[in-house]
């Protein structure tokens, strides 16, 4: 068992040598001090299990340093305990409340003094292994917490990253779609940005109008699973029957996105479903008119009128996409957005000006 060391704060020299008498055969080392300021200067050098305090003592007595022991910094604090008369009940009361663990009476009993230190070093003892216990339990807690922490930050940046590929992968699939395809010359890209516009126009929920650059982008993914000949033929030349088969690429590439429950994705199978719905009900596969067209869908035939104006007309822009706007609103175009589009003069102009 290691060496237990005591602060033996007392103005008695006799007093002092006879506990030390009393102590010699003992593992323990006393630290002596012959007044309060004395013991708290000893207490900065040397950490003590147990404090044995007189109370009257010259410069600082026990209650003094009872009153600086208390601010003191330790931790865990040792326990003190004060030799005073038995009847003292005023000492022993004044003591207590300034901190004191423990009494021993004066004149002191040896036996006595010996079962009550063996008692304190022992709880002094339990209270340093049990502050070493939380101390490495603490540091096990923060280095586990760093740990998670560190493991989070990983988990943030993979899901930063896969969210990156996972939107990057979508771009490069729209591109799929202008293969083969001389009916529509418009850029995918600028089209999904259109319509994102439009929805933070219309006040989408921010994700919801931020996944329209890249839904819009797949539209008529569908027209894959067409012959290259029908996708080839401007939409002009083409019988009814055709037109039939060719709007029936709506379905297929909704199919993709069928059942999907992440938002994006969900909201892709809306836009290749309803792609070429009209407001009014006369569009086709399935002839699906006014509201009862999701609005993801209704905000990118907006966009794509917007950007096949453009691609036609490469002069006075402005104007000629108010016009078409107004041209086809309740036929084509949800007259909502029409509206919110053409109500100010400007809101054209900044959206094309950001689109070029």
């Not at 039939?244 to 993709?256: E, R």
Request: glycine share 4%; with cysteine.
């Amino acid at each position: 068992m290691s060496t237990s060391h005591i602060l033996l704060v007392d103005d008695e020299i006799n007093n002092r040598n006879a506990i030390l008498r009393l102590f010699e055969d003992y593992d323990i080392e006393f630290i002596e001090a012959g007044n309060g300021q004395e013991a708290l200067d000893q207490l900065q050098s040397h950490p003590v299990d147990l404090i044995l305090l007189d109370i009257k003592m010259p410069i600082m007595d026990g209650f003094g340093f009872l009153e600086r022991f208390s601010d003191l910094r330790m931790k865990p604090k040792p326990p003190v305990c004060v030799m005073t008369a038995f009847n003292d009940s005023t000492t022993r009361r004044k003591s207590i409340y300034l901190g004191a663990d423990d009494f021993i009476n004066k004149p002191i009993d040896p036996v006595e003094l010996e079962t009550r230190i063996a008692s304190l070093l022992r709880i002094s003892h339990f209270q340093q292994d049990l502050n070493a216990f939380n101390q490495s339990l603490e540091e096990r807690v923060n280095q586990r917490t760093q740990q998670l922490q560190q493991a989070h930050e990983k988990l943030k940046a993979t899901e930063k990253a896969n969210a990156r590929a996972y939107r990057e992968m979508i771009g490069r699939v729209a591109r799929l779609t202008q293969f083969n395809q001389s009916i529509n010359r418009i850029d995918p890209h600028r089209l999904g940005l259109c319509a994102a516009a439009i929805g933070w126009l219309c006040d989408l929920p921010e994700e919801q109008a931020e996944n329209l650059s890249l839904s819009s982008q797949l539209h008529n993914i569908g027209m894959l699973a067409l012959p290259e000949k029908l996708r080839e033929a401007p939409a002009e030349g083409l019988t009814r029957d055709q037109l039939v088969i060719l709007s029936s690429h709506t379905k297929m590439g909704s199919d993709l996105f069928k059942q999907s429950e992440i938002p994006l994705l969900k909201q892709t199978h809306n836009i290749c479903l309803y792609c070429e719905e009209h407001y009014d009900g006369s569009g086709l596969p399935n002839k699906v008119k006014g509201d009862s067209i999701p609005i993801e869908a209704r905000i990118f035939t907006a966009a794509r009128l917007i950007m096949e104006t453009l691609a036609q007309y490469p002069e006075d822009r402005v104007s000629r996409v108010r016009s078409a706007l107004q041209d086809h609103s309740h036929h084509l175009v949800d007259p909502d957005i029409v509206d919110l589009l053409t109500r100010d003069p400007e809101t054209l102009d900044n959206l094309i000006r950001e689109l070029e």
